[in-house]
C-alpha cells in the first residue's frame, strides 16, 4: 500500500499514513522524499521507533550530524529529566537550551555545515502543552513586499547560539554548550535558495545577528521585523504531540520552535539531524 499524504490547512506541512517507518521499502521511501521536499514537515503518528530504527530513516536523507561529539550519538534524548527520572535543575545546560528552544531557529545554522534535515520522535509528552511549531520560510519570502525581497537578497548575518542562549540570560561557561560551538560564527545569506527544488527561502531564526554593513540597532530591528513578519498565519504549523509520533523538517526551508510547557512534568523526546550538503549548506567563519 502505498502511504497517504495529507497536507495541513497551512502552507506547510502533511501527515503520512498507511505507512510503517521501520519497515519502509523502496516505493514507499520515494513517496516520501517527494512529499519531504514539496511539504517541508512530514508527520508520521503511531510508529513508535527504537533509537535503531529512526537512525535506520534519517539516514535516508544523508548522513547524521553528531551533535555530542563526547558520546557519537546519533539518536539524541532531549529531555528535561535524567535516565533515572529525576527533574533536571533550572540552572543545567540541557534546561536552557530547552528554554531558548522556544524561541524561532533554525538547526545547526550556528554550526560550519547547517542542517538538512532534523527528526524528533516522542516518547514521553506533558498531559498538556510542550507543541512544537514550524513557519514557511520559502512561503515567508514570496509574501514579502518586492522592495524588502530586494534588499534581503543582497544580505547575510552571523549566526551564534553564544549570541541566542545570551538573549535569554544564559550566559555559557567556556567549553559549555557541548563544547563543539566554539568556532567563529559563520555568515549566512538572508536567503537561501533549496538545493533542489529551487524554491527560495528566508533563512534567519534567533541564532541571527549582526548584518554586515547595519549598524547593531539597524540588524536587529530588521530580523525582528523578519521573523514577525514570516511566522504568522497561515505559514505556521502546530503540532500536538502524541506518544510515538515522529516528525521529520528541512531546515532548509522552515523554521521551529519548541512551545512552554509545566517542567515538573516529564517531556522526552529523541533527536537525529541530518547534516547538509557542504556544496549548499557550508558557510566560511570570518578570519
Known amino acids: ?60 536523507f544523508g548522513e547524521i550530524e553528531i551533535l555530542t561529539p563526547d558520546k557519537e550519538l546519533e539518536a539524541v534524548p532531549i529531555a528535561n529529566v535524567r535516565a533515572d527520572g529525576s527533574r533536571l535543575g533550572e540552572d543545567e545546560e540541557m534546561t536552557q537550551i530547552l528554554r531558548g528552544n522556544e524561541g524561532w531557529h533554525t538547526d545547526s545554522s550556528y554550526m560550519p555545515l547547517s542542517a538538512k534535515a532534523s527528526v524528533l520522535s516522542a516518547h514521553v509528552v506533558p498531559s498538556k502543552d510542550g507543541q512544537t511549531e514550524w513557519a514557511d520560510m520559502r512561503a515567508a519570502y514570496d509574501a514579502l513586499d518586492p522592495e524588502i525581497r530586494d534588499r534581503v537578497e543582497s544580505l547575510s548575518a552571523y549566526h551564534s547560539l553564544y549570541y541566542s542562549q545570551a538573549k535569554i540570560g544564559h550566559v555559557a561557561k567556556p567549553g559549555g554548550l557541548s563544547g563543539f560551538h566554539n568556532q567563529a560564527p559563520p555568515l549566512r545569506p538572508l536567503v537561501k535558495p533549496h538545493p533542489v527544488t529551487g524554491r527560495r527561502a528566508l533563512y534567519i531564526g534567533r541564532h541571527a545577528y549582526g548584518i554586515p554593513g547595519l549598524s547593531e540597532e539597524d540588524s536587529e530591528r530588521l530580523l525582528d521585523e523578519l521573523m514577525s513578519f514570516a511566522c504568522q498565519e497561515p505559514r505556521i504549523y502546530r503540532h500536538a504531540w502524541q506518544v510515538a509520533d515522529v516528525v521529520i523538517w528541512d531546515n532548509r526551508a522552515v523554521m521551529h520552535r519548541a512551545r512552554p510547557y509545566d517542567y515538573d512534568q516529564p517531556r522526552v523526546m529523541v533527536h537525529t539531524r541530518v547534516a547538509g550538503d557542504p556544496r549548499t549548506e557550508l558557510a566560511q567563519a570570518p578570519n
Open 1 to 60: 500500500m502505498e502511504p497517504r499524504i495529507t497536507p495541513t490547512d497551512a502552507t506547510l506541512g502533511a501527515v503520512v499514513s498507511d505507512i510503517e517507518l521501520a519497515k519502509l521499502d523502496e516505493s514507499a521511501w520515494k513517496v516520501i522524499e517527494t512529499a519531504f521536499h514539496e511539504h517541508a514537515v512530514l508527520v508520521f503518528p503511531g510508529q513508535d521507533l527504537s533509537a535503531q530504527d529512526q537512525i535506520t530513516f534519517a539516514k535516508r
